[in-house]
């Protein structure tokens, strides 16, 4: 099953959808808009819609609704759940925002090997981006064809540098970093007088050097693979409480 948080007309989820068509049986839910930025939000004091389109169903609510209608609703039964290729990075904290990855948690959550796929720039880069994807899943490690590689109740995180394949330097499995911006917040005026304000951000320089960090992983052209686990339980402090 395929979900994405860019909207099911997004780029990315057809070049997705085109690296998986002819090697099974490939089922798309995704939302009608772009929602990136939504995280693990779930719809439930509106109605949903769902609508069946050429590139698959279309949901008017949020990434984590498509899975849940997918899975409820629509009965699919996947024995993966791929969340992308979103227009983006998801890198370091970026994560904790992230549609892209709700949408592979939501899938672990009902016990679906679920893997977030990134492309870590332009979309310019969709084509070298997919064809890193086929390698991934089906050579080289092969997550698909291999699922005892997958974490059996975590996300994988996949990162693509936006770069020419023949340029990628390879695979780092990495953990999350932290991902620093310069962040804004316009004030505008609607044309009612009312104020409005409108928030956004930079990604700030890179602070770490560290190797196995998923930022400076792609940042120095590597594709940045780290699996998540949803439980965000700090275990060190636990115990340095309960002392
Ligand atoms: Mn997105």
């Known amino acids: 099953m395929l979900v994405n948080d860019d909207g ?3 780029p990315g989820l057809a070049a997705l959808r085109e690296v998986l068509q002819n090697r099974g049986e490939v089922m798309v839910v995704a939302p009608h808009e ?3 930025g939504m995280s693990h939000a779930i719809t439930i004091h509106r109605p949903l819609r769902l609508k069946k ?6 949901v008017t609510g949020t990434p984590a609704d498509c899975v849940k209608i997918a899975l409820e609703t629509l009965r699919f039964k996947p024995d993966f759940v791929l969340s992308g290729i979103n227009n983006g990075a ?6 904790l925002y992230s549609g892209t990855v709700a949408a592979a948690i939501e899938g672990v959550l009902n016990g679906i090997p679920s893997i977030a796929i990134s492309l870590a720039g332009p979309q310019d880069f969709l084509p070298s981006a997919a064809q890193m994807v086929e390698e ?6 092969g997550f698909l064809v291999h699922p005892e590689l997958l974490p059996r109740a975590g996300v994988l995180n996949i990162n693509i540098p936006a770069l020419p394949r023949e340029a990628i330097q390879g695979v780092r499995f990495t953990r999350m970093g932290v991902r620093k911006y310069d962040s804004f917040v316009h004030q505008h005026q609607d044309p009612w007088g009312g ?3 409108w928030l956004g951000g930079t990604p700030s320089e890179l602070e770490s050097d560290e190797l196995d960090v998923d930022l400076v992983a792609v940042d120095q052209g590597y594709v940045s693979i780290t699996p998540l686990r949803f439980d965000l339980t700090d275990y060190q402090e636990l115990e340095r409480m309960k002392t």
Do not use: M
């Not at 389109?53 to 279309?58: I, K, P, V």
């Not at 991934?136 to 490690?141: A, D, I, R, T």
């Open 8 to 10: 099911i007309f997004a």
């Open 34 to 36: 772009e929602h990136s």
């Open 53 to 58: 389109l050429e590139q698959g169903y279309a």
């Open 90 to 95: 998801n890198l370091g904290t970026d994560v």
């Open 136 to 141: 991934l899943l089906f050579v080289k490690p």
């Open 195 to 197: 104020r409005y304000y």
